[in-house]
């Protein structure tokens, strides 16, 4: 069965951390780019950030140099560590396959102190 699993959300304080993480299974993953989204309440679904297979990544301006991508293509997972995070980065996290777009069903990111 094709899935996408996140895991990894909670509540954090402004300047914390966090590790999403995205269990794929059911497709040749390391083939394929995967990308992470967010939804704040009351917004549209933003692009995050990507990673190719071979492990290229690009990032949204907004969390340049606080966010990073990576991949375990033994493993199927996919993860963004988030790192001093704000009250905007606050939202439900999704993992995204697009070449089957492909969804998860999100984790939640509240930043608040």
């Known amino acids: 069965q094709v899935n996408l699993v996140e895991s990894g959300g909670g509540l954090v304080e402004p300047g914390g951390s966090l590790r999403l993480s995205c269990q794929a299974s059911?497709?040749?993953?390391?083939?394929?780019?995967m990308m992470w989204y967010r939804q704040a309440p009351g917004k549209e679904r933003e692009l995050v950030a990507s990673?190719?297979?071979?492990?290229?990544?690009t990032y949204t301006p907004s969390v340049k140099g606080r966010f990073t991508v990576s991949r375990d293509n033994a493993r199927r997972m996919v993860y963004l560590d988030l790192q001093n995070l704000k009250p905007d980065d606050t939202g439900v996290y999704f993992c995204?396959?697009?070449?089957?777009?492909?969804w998860g069903r999100g984790t939640q990111v509240t930043v608040s102190s």
């Open positions: 990673i190719s297979g071979p492990g290229g990544t």
């Open positions: 995204h396959w697009p070449t089957a777009k492909l």
């Open positions: 059911g497709f040749s993953f390391s083939a394929f780019d």
